[in-house]
T-cell receptor, first 112, second 113 residues
Framework: GENVEQHPSTLSVQEGDSAVIKCTYS??????FPWYKQELGKRPQLIID?????GEKKDQRIAVTLNKTAKHFSLHITETQPEDSAVYFC???????????FGTGTSLTVIP | KAGVTQTPRYLIKTRGQQVTLSCSPI?????VSWYQQTPGQGLQFLFE???????NKGNFPGRFSGRQFSNSRSEMNVSTLELGDSALYLC????????????FGEGSWLTVV
């Protein structure tokens, strides 16, 4: 099955700086890669996603890039704010389309 | 639309007991999946149901089971609870099949003592 690795596990940045989280996956047939943000005690919420026919997608301060050849995708957050502090999970959809494999999460702290 | 609703939100059980968790998907969503979240293992896939049929199952022992009803509501059951079953159990729903976003509920926090 699919294997997703995520780095770093923790990340601290100064407010206003950029944050980058990287994930790799093993199944070259995977086609859909969502990112979730989970605040303490709350549900994971989708923040952005990308499909294999697209190399980059941007939504305001958040962007995701995908390199299918290298089998890795990254989350970029620019102009970070304290409310960006949370745990971020990357995921890759199984080729059956019925399940997702998640990375182990990155705890992002934005220091005011 | 109302989001994914899970009940109960918190529960404490004793080793050896069994527990049933419930999930109501977003209206119109027919796929329901379950994940176990623990600090050490992250989010682990348990199983997925679509139109009352289990389409996929993760690598969990047979003590973990589930079902889906005709109204798409789903339940999962864990029998003979072990301390290691303490976790946040998340239900997620999506509209149909591949490439569709899954939306999570708030989860059910299970503590086994």
């Amino acid at each position: 099955g699919e294997n997703v690795e995520q780095h770093p596990s923790t990340l601290s940045v100064q407010e206003g700086d950029s944050a980058v989280i990287k994930c790799t996956y093993s199944d070259s047939a995977s086609n859909y890669f969502p990112w979730y943000k989970q605040e303490l005690g709350k549900r994971p919420q989708l923040i952005i996603d990308i499909r294999s026919n697209v190399g980059e997608k941007k939504d305001q301060r958040i962007a995701v890039t995908l390199n299918k050849t290298a089998k890795h995708f990254s989350l970029h957050i620019t102009e970070t704010q304290p409310e960006d502090s949370a745990v971020y999970f990357c995921a890759a959809e199984d080729t059956t389309g019925n399940q997702f494999y998640f990375g182990t999460g990155t705890s992002l702290t934005v220091i005011p | 639309k109302a989001g994914v609703t899970q009940t109960p939100r918190y529960l404490i059980k004793t080793r050896g007991q069994q527990v049933t968790l419930s999930c109501s998907p977003i209206s119109g969503h027919r796929s329901v999946s379950w994940y176990q979240q623990t600090p050490g293992q992250g989010l682990q896939f348990l199983f997925e149901y679509f139109s009352e049929t289990q389409r996929n199952k993760g690598n969990f022992p047979g003590r973990f089971s589930g079902r889906q009803f005709s109204n798409s509501r789903s339940e999962m059951n864990v029998s003979t609870l072990e301390l290691g079953d303490s976790a946040l159990y998340l239900c997620a729903s999506s509209s149909t099949t591949a490439g569709n976003t899954i939306y999570f509920g708030e989860g059910s926090w299970l503590t086994v003592v």
